[in-house]
């Protein structure tokens, strides 16, 4: 089971007629269900909300169900929305997540955008996390 705490994506962007990108963040505090969307997972067992017990306050808690492939859930908050027509180019992506892994094996965990529908993940850059308690 992985148990996703604080989660927070900034995104770097060039303006338009500055010589340096304006950074733009987002963050998530509450992690409401309705501000979440999976648009792709393999033996996602839950995905949602908890009020208490994050860093502080509430979090989001993902569990998958460990089988013969390799689980996933693709997790997108619908209130990061960022339009480079009319904003700017992306020029870098910073992503920090704050988390507790409650299995044994571990997990990945990868930044995801989604653009005119098509989901990215960079699988050079993660965060690794083992529990070993």
Same mark, same amino acid.
């Given at each position: %089971?992985?148990?996703?705490?604080?989660?927070?994506?900034?995104?770097?962007?060039?303006? &338009?007629?500055?010589? %340096?990108? &304006?950074?733009?963040?987002?963050?998530?505090?509450?992690?409401?269900?309705?501000?979440?969307?999976?648009?792709?997972?393999?033996?996602?067992?839950?995905?949602?909300?908890?009020?208490?017990?994050?860093?502080?306050?509430?979090?989001?808690?993902?569990?998958?169900?460990?089988?013969?492939?390799?689980?996933?859930?693709?997790?997108?908050?619908? /209130?990061?929305?960022?339009?480079?027509? /009319?904003?700017?180019?992306?020029?870098?992506?910073?992503?920090?997540?704050?988390?507790?892994?409650?299995? &044994?094996?571990?997990?990945?965990?990868? &930044?995801?955008?989604?653009?005119?529908?098509?989901?990215?993940?960079d699988p050079n850059v993660n965060t690794m996390e083992r529990n070993y308690e």
């Amino acid at each position: %089971m992985t148990r996703l705490i604080c989660a927070s994506i900034a995104l770097i962007a060039l303006t &338009a007629g500055e010589a %340096m990108g &304006a950074t733009i963040v987002f963050s998530d505090g509450t992690f409401n269900d309705s501000d979440w969307n999976v648009p792709a997972q393999l033996g996602l067992v839950f995905a949602g909300q908890r009020i208490t017990g994050g860093n502080p306050g509430s979090y989001r808690e993902v569990a998958l169900a460990v089988g013969q492939n390799a689980p996933f859930a693709a997790n997108l908050d619908r /209130t990061f929305v960022y339009n480079p027509s /009319t904003q700017g180019a992306v020029t870098g992506i910073t992503y920090n997540i704050d988390l507790i892994t409650t299995n &044994a094996e571990g997990a990945g965990y990868f &930044a995801l955008v989604q653009q005119d529908g098509i989901l990215y993940v960079d699988p050079n850059v993660n965060t690794m996390e083992r529990n070993y308690e």
